[in-house]
T-cell receptor, first 111, second 111 residues
């Protein structure tokens, strides 16, 4: 089946720093999604990408759909303490009926 | 008004018992899911229903039985609970563009 490798597994950064994480796949997707999970809550959709090469921003977050359709990255600029959480990438093909999730990147932001 | 609501939030029960988790969405989506998140935070799909019809069943033991009385509800019944069933279970519904809205999770602890 399709595998998603998300890296890094965890990050410890200082408040104000920029963050970059990525997701690579063994096969192509036609949709990439990025979610954030706060402790004790379900994942929340941050950004959805539908086209190879697409670059989309949501506030301090920017995500890109890789040209090969096998990867995506998420950047967070000027991190703040409430950015703490687990970030998941997910890939989806229209007829697959489900999204495949990466293993998550746990972000810790030190004030 | 919560978009995807799950009950209960916490469930502690003994091995061998039978328990149910309920999920309801008020988003009008056709497709709903159950995901299991283990202690390492991996999100694994279990089941998917589209308009009350089972469309995905991902190698889940027969002790797990989903039921969808209508497209707004997807419940999960678990028979003969085992220690390894301890996890957080998330219900989700999918919008037409592929993004998921997750419930806040049910933390199941089997003792």
């Amino acid at each position: 089946g399709q595998q998603l490798n998300q890296s890094p597994q965890s990050m410890f950064i200082q408040e104000g720093e920029d963050v970059s994480m990525n997701c690579t796949s063994s096969s192509i997707f036609n949709t990439w999604l990025w979610y954030k999970q706060d402790p004790g809550e379900g994942p929340v959709l941050l950004i959805a990408l539908y086209k190879a090469g697409e670059l989309t921003s949501n506030g301090r977050l920017t995500a890109q759909f890789g040209i090969t359709r096998k990867d995506s990255f998420l950047n967070i600029s000027a991190s703040i303490p409430s950015d703490v959480g687990i970030y998941f990438c997910a890939g989806r093909n229209t007829n697959a009926g489900k999204s495949t999730f990466g293993d998550g990147t746990t972000l810790t932001v030190k004030p | 008004d919560t978009a995807v609501s799950q009950t209960p939030k916490y469930l502690v029960t003994q091995m061998g018992n039978d328990k149910s988790i309920k999920c309801e969405q008020n988003l009008g989506h056709d497709t709903m899911y159950w995901y299991k998140q283990d202690s390492k935070k991996f999100l694994k799909i279990m089941f998917s229903y589209n308009n009350k019809e089972l469309i995905i069943n991902e190698t889940v033991p027969n002790r797990f039985s989903p039921k969808s009385p209508d497209k707004a509800h997807l419940n999960l019944h678990i028979n003969s609970l085992e220690l390894g069933d301890s996890a957080v279970y998330f219900c989700a519904s999918r919008d037409p563009s592929g993004g998921y809205t997750f419930g806040s999770g049910t933390r199941l602890t089997v003792v």
